[in-house]
């Protein structure tokens, strides 16, 4: 009866947390792979960060960037789960943009207030059929995305999901890539 009244958590699904599990995120050679993914992005958008985030149900954690070396965020290695853009590209499986934090539902965020997020723009990064976490590239100061910025993120996250299953222990046949735009 208890069970029945408790909600269940999109970021913790069993699916999910098995193939977050299989993927060894602390590889310097994908590291270094996704790094270069989020650069491209973010040099191809005119935007000072890129990253390609993993998801967890409790943190986000940077498994790619560019424009953050020195930031507490590349200290940590992410964020709390509850300050994270990316998440909601995760749970909902669709971009997620704000082109002006400053008047948006993210205002309040701490990544906005005290960090300097002015802009974002993510799609999501699916492996094995789930939603692992997210490519984005973020301004500080408002941005009016394109489409040919989020044609370019799904590349991107086509490309750090290949990375991720070919630096993954799932089963050839469960290691299917999709993304799409």
């Not at 995120?25 to 191809?44: G, H, M, T």
């Not at 999901?161 to 299917?176: H, M, V, Y």
Request: with cysteine; aromatic share 6%; net charge negative.
């Amino acid at each position: 009866m208890f069970a029945a009244s408790i909600r269940p958590d999109p970021l913790a699904t069993i699916e999910r947390m098995r193939v977050l599990a299989s993927i060894d995120f602390d590889n310097p050679v994908l590291r270094e792979a996704l790094d270069r993914i989020a650069a491209r992005s973010a040099e191809r958008a005119g935007l000072p960060i890129g990253l390609v985030t993993l998801v967890f149900n409790t943190a986000q954690m940077t498994a790619g960037s560019a424009g953050i070396s020195g930031t507490w965020i590349t200290v940590a290695e992410g964020t709390p789960v509850e300050w994270s853009f990316c998440a909601n590209a995760v749970v909902t499986g669709e971009p997620y943009v704000i082109s002006d934090t400053a008047d948006s539902e993210q205002a309040g965020n701490p990544l906005v207030t005290q960090d300097g997020i002015g802009s974002y723009a993510g799609v999501p990064v699916i492996l094995a059929g789930q939603v692992v976490g997210a490519h984005c590239v973020i301004g500080t100061s408002a941005h009016q995305f394109t489409a040919e910025q989020l044609d370019e993120l799904w590349v991107g996250a086509q490309q750090a999901a290949i990375l991720l299953k070919e630096f993954s222990d799932l089963p050839s046949a469960d290691a299917s890539v999709v993304a799409t735009g």
